[in-house]
Nanobody
Framework: QVQLVESGGGLAQAGGSLRLSCAGSERMFNLYAMAWFRQTPGEERTFVATINSRDFRTTYAESVKGRFTISRDGTKNTLYLQMNSLKPEDTAVYYC??????????????????WGRGTQVTVSS
């Protein structure tokens, strides 16, 4: 397994912003689909956003559309999640993930083979 390391989590006020980063290998960030998932205590991990490896097409969960932006920088081997207009409901541990191509859907955990350990995001009201 290839290591993925998230950073940028922390405490934010409702309506504020945070930017998460995920560092990994050159191969992963240039050839694999990348995604962000999140999980709250006692709950299942849920999809947040994904970006593919060829044309950087993006997909977002309905709960974050218009507020979050996923992007990737292959030269820096880094994935980002810009989170704006944060809500208390966004509080969770956020995980970076990478998937090989060839799957039909990338808005669920199945395609993702590589995962980071997560970074905590807490949004206060």
């Amino acid at each position: 397994q290839v290591q993925l390391v998230e950073s940028g989590g922390g405490l934010a006020q409702a309506g504020g912003s945070l930017r998460l980063s995920c560092a990994g290998s050159e191969r992963m960030f240039n050839l694999y689909a990348m995604a962000w998932f999140r999980q709250t205590p006692g709950e299942e991990r849920t999809f947040v956003a994904t970006i593919n490896s060829r044309d950087f097409r993006t997909t977002y969960a309905e709960s974050v559309k218009g507020r979050f932006t996923i992007s990737r920088d292959g030269t820096k081997n880094t994935l980002y999640l810009q989170m704006n207009s944060l809500k208390p409901e966004d509080t969770a541990v956020y995980y970076c993930a990478a998937a090989r191509s060839g799957y039909s859907n990338y808005d669920r955990e199945t395609p993702y083979s590589f995962w980071g350990r997560g970074t905590q995001v807490t949004v206060s009201s």
